[in-house]
C-alpha cells in the first residue's frame, strides 16, 4: 500500500506561484504514474497533471498547460506540482493519486491511493 501526503498549499495572490509536493510511504513510488487532481466543493474531481513512471512522459489539462508543471525524484519518492502565474479560478482541494501502470491517466478511477489533499487559495 502506498501513503500519500500532500503539502505546500495556502494563500497566494493572482499571478503568484505555489509548489505542491507529494511525498509517498510504505511503499516507492517506482513504477507508479503519478497524478495531481484537484476538486471545488459540489464538483467533480478534475484531472491536472499526470506523470508516468517508464519515459517519465507528462500529462496536463488544458486549462494548467503552460502554467503547471509536474515532476518526481524517485530517489526521494516524492512528486511535485509547480503552479506559476495563478489564477482565482485555480482555487481548489489538490489531491496526489498513484496508480499502477496506468494509460489513462485523467481518469480517477484508475488510481488506487489518493493523499488527503492540501487547499490552495488564490485571491484576485
Known amino acids: 500500500q502506498v501513503q500519500l501526503v500532500e503539502s505546500g498549499g495556502g494563500l497566494v495572490q493572482a499571478g503568484g506561484s505555489l509548489r505542491l509536493s507529494c511525498a509517498a510511504s510504505k511503499r516507492t513510488i517506482n513504477g507508479y504514474t503519478m497524478g495531481w487532481f484537484r476538486q471545488a466543493p459540489g464538483k467533480e474531481r478534475e484531472f491536472v497533471a499526470g506523470?508516468?513512471?517508464?519515459?517519465?512522459?507528462?500529462y496536463s489539462s488544458d486549462s494548467v498547460k503552460g502554467r503547471f508543471t509536474i515532476s518526481r525524484d524517485n530517489a526521494k519518492n516524492t512528486v511535485y506540482l509547480q503552479m506559476n502565474t495563478l489564477e482565482p479560478e485555480d482555487t481548489d482541494v489538490y489531491y496526489c493519486?498513484?496508480?499502477?501502470?496506468?494509460?489513462?491517466?485523467?481518469?480517477?478511477?484508475?488510481?488506487?491511493?489518493w493523499g488527503q489533499g492540501t487547499q490552495v487559495t488564490v485571491s484576485s
Open positions: 506523470i508516468s513512471w517508464t519515459d517519465r512522459t507528462t
Open positions: 493519486a498513484a496508480g499502477w501502470n496506468i494509460r489513462e491517466v485523467a481518469v480517477t478511477s484508475r488510481y488506487a491511493y
